[in-house]
């Protein structure tokens, strides 16, 4: 007996060190396309800003613009933003029901802020008392909650950090440009071995994210090799772990994609903004809904369903992810308008999903500008998008060739659709009626 314990004991301690040591970057393009298929499939994910900034609402001094940086925005005193934590008492927060929301505007996976760069944590955290826990009259654990209610309702759930905390001493940058307070004593190295890495340890060991989105690395003091080092370091507490790019520093500005080979991190993060062209990278562009990622009680400036839509059809054609925002009340409740245009999103797919959940984007991804396409991950079917309604009884695609009389059909319709090959492209005869709105979606199979 004692001397299969100590073999286990001897066993499970060369694994430990072996998983510590192993060099994640190094995986193959086999091994990182089975580890990120089931992210490839899923394309469309739904993006959470929540923390203190709810409090204020984007209003303070007077102004009106504020949101997620407004500690920082609007130079409101550490003293000041932390008695915001007083006032976070959200009531009205169902996780249950903001995952069924995400689950009704056909996301599926959720990104939710963990700790955004004011350094407030949404979990009971070990490490700090600045938490929800400790902090606040509202004392739940969020990030509980949402885990156990992503699970209850099987939805996917993964977890912002950012790197920059405005909060914590040791994190604050000695460079003006990056810190109210500039702290010339800050020690960056014990930040990051005593408060971030056990943060993240925390956090994986407790609620199992299966994505981790970083954020605020842009901070002087992190480096490349820092970036490298945390990636080896989670990957081997979660060696399924998704971590984006802004884990090191190899991100484009807001274009977002990698500016060197082997930068840290699993996929590109577009910011605002859609590839121009189409890309065989990991890819996934992060927007808001309207124009804040944080609660901004004065901001209607929503984007609509229709380019909502178009904007998730033109990623999938162009082979990335969509990662939409939503920017909960300090009460706890998603805005009315982002629930609305979520359920119109889920409601066309419902009928057009399969043009876009599990597919691959094509070389010639579009035509002209009212034509984009995605295929099967086989091949054998294409999908040709409209997201203008045609007006004419036909449409000819210059880039497919099908067999003679291959099958198409218009999804959401039983109305004849017709194929006849045309030049080197084909023409397919429309059925009179289009039912549907936004976009439309003819499937042809070879
Ligand atoms: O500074 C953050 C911002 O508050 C927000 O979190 C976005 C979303 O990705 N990222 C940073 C700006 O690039």
Redesign the pocket.
Known sequence: MKKSYLFLCLLLSVTYIFAQQKDYTQETPEQKQKRMQWWTDDTFGMFI?WGLYAVPAGEYGGKTDGA??IMQSHKIPTPEYESFAKRFNPTKFNAREWVRIAKNGGAKYIVITSK??DGFCLWDSKVTKYDVMDATPFNRDILQELTDACKAEGMTLGFYHSIMDWHQPDAKSKDPNFAIQPNTQADWAKYRETYLKPQLKELITKYHPAILWF??EWIPEWTEEQGKDLYNYLRALDPKLVINNRIGKGRKG?EGMNKYENAAGDFGTP?QEILKTGSNDYWES?MTINKN?GYNKNDNNWKSADTLIYNLIDIAAKGGNYLLNVGPTAEGLIPPQSVERLAEMGNWLKVNGEAIYATKNRDTYEQGDSVKFTQSKNGKTIYAILTKKPTGKSITLNSITTAKNAKASLLGSSSAVTTTPEGSGVKITLPENMPGKYAWVIKIES
């Open positions: 800003h997620e940086w955004h760069h954020d605020g807001m910011e992060c990622w």
